[in-house]
């Protein structure tokens, strides 16, 4: 949820001149190399790193050695920022992948351009109404199918079970803001350096704020909706929580946030963090031997509420039609049921498809740890992320001005509300003009 760059308006007319320029580049130059012993080769960008990196690795090492018409090239392109950035140039420059992970906010900026090709000419009918409603929010562009799920995820709590016993709390979790108030209290011992919450301060947590009182980031008509008290709430709980000591800012930014968090929570000196569903399995493992790790919704206000995250695959319309179809097979192998459920399984992101969720397999997993199950019931709260062109350079720039109010506990929590959503207001509005 970090994205640290968008497409500007005068690189959105970059994009469309390198998308066509790049089209007829591809299909004069493919015909001779995309094909390797007789097998088409099809580009693919990850952008997941580490141990996820690799076992994106196992499953096209295991499509490519049963294919006899198909060769899946991986090249890993860092993070989902790096990424996207690198897809911004190779688009420009008219050597774009063919295949390409995207992180979901980044969907409809490429989509604007014309970039993304419409999978539902590829892929077949049957396997795109298979994915999760609550997954396809972010796939969908001008009333096309331009992106489907891969590595897809939501916000959880994660709470330390032993901790809550020791406290009298009910190990389950707190339920809405004000149990979580009471919760981060009880489990706070300053003596020990124990703090009740460890939030990593990002967007995806903020917009959970706001969608858990009914409200939204941004209206039908590219207008910031929250400079009201349903932002003036958001941001007051946060402030109050760490004026009460009971909440705790993990230092450093970005990823390294995310890593200070987990670090004091499997270490003891946190007895709650926000993480993604994609930590669960290591949180559980770092975890083993010194407490269990439950795992619950976001405590809701009026609603329970939360985004949803991760990474789409989308398929590049500067691709030729034999690249596009050979893609194609790719996403329909990695998306297939077995694949799909021991994808889930092997990196802890969701199930993807209602075939996946439903298997046998899954649901035995739930049945033996449901903190697994927890990000699949979630799904059911879950709102689309705003797909306005801009959307994560103007988040970017919300959630510095939010930092403020929270690094600086005497900042007036409406004033920052305030500053914050008019200086977002500009980003929409100059990239969507």
């Known amino acids: 949820m970090k994205l640290k760059r968008t497409i500007s308006a005068t690189l959105a007319l970059t994009l469309i001149v390198g998308t066509l320029t790049g089209c007829s580049t591809k299909g004069q130059d493919t015909a001779v190399d995309s094909v390797s012993d007789g097998k088409v080769q099809v580009e693919f960008w990850n952008a997941l790193t580490g141990t996820n990196e690799e076992i994106v ?27 996207g950035t690198k897809l911004q140039a190779a688009i420009a420059a008219g050597n774009q992948p063919d295949l390409t992970m995207l992180e979901v906010t980044q969907v409809a900026q490429f989509a604007s351009v014309g970039a993304l090709a419409d999978l539902e000419q590829y892929v077949s009918k049957e396997k795109i109404y298979d994915f999760l409603p609550g997954l396809m929010r972010e796939s969908e562009y001008d009333g096309k199918t331009v992106a489907v799920p891969l590595n897809r995820s939501t916000p959880l709590l994660y709470v330390n079970k032993e901790m809550c016993e020791a406290a009298g709390l009910d190990p ?15 489990l ?85 963090t926000f993480q993604s569903t994609a930590s669960l399995a290591g949180l559980m493992e770092q975890a083993e031997g010194k407490f269990t790790v439950n795992t619950a919704f976001l405590p809701g206000d009026s609603q329970y509420g939360v985004p949803t995250g991760g990474a789409n695959v989308v398929m590049m319309e500067g691709s030729s039609q034999e690249e596009k179809e050979a ?46 199950s927890t990000a699949a019931k979630q799904l059911e709260y879950a709102s689309q992320r705003p797909g306005v062109v801009g959307y994560v350079e103007a988040t970017e720039k919300l959630m510095n001005e939010m930092k403020k109010a929270l690094m600086d506990l005497n900042v007036d929590v409406k004033e920052t509300v305030e500053k914050a959503t008019a200086i977002m207001q500009q980003v929409v509005d100059k990239n969507n003009k």
């Not at 004026?243 to 000196?269: H, R, S, T």
């Not at 092997?346 to 199930?351: A, F």
């Open 172 to 186: 389950e979790g707190p339920k809405n803001w004000d149990e979580l108030k009471m919760y981060a209290e009880k």
């Open 57 to 83: 690795k196992s499953y096209v090492d295991k499509f490519n050695a049963q294919s006899e018409d198909v060769e899946i090239k991986m090249v890993s392109q860092g993070d989902y920022w790096e990424n």
């Open 327 to 372: 893609a194609a097979e790719f996403i329909e192998f990695m998306t297939d049921e077995e694949n799909a459920v021991q994808f889930s399984i092997d990196t802890g992101y969701m199930p993807i498809t209602n075939t996946a969720l439903n298997s046998e397999t899954i649901q035995n997993l739930y049945k033996e740890k449901p903190q697994y």
């Open 188 to 272: 706070t011992n300053e003596a020990d350096g124990v703090v009740g919450l460890a939030v990593p301060i990002d967007i995806w947590f903020f917009e959970s704020l706001i969608y858990q009182q009914g409200g939204e980031m941004i209206d039908e008509n590219n207008k910031v909706a929250f400079n009201n008290e349903i932002g003036f709430n958001a941001l007051g709980l946060w402030q109050d929580m760490m004026k009460e000591g009971i909440m705790q800012l993990p230092p450093g930014e970005g990823y390294d946030a995310w890593d200070a968090a987990k670090d004091a929570f499997v270490n003891g000196k946190a007895g709650m």
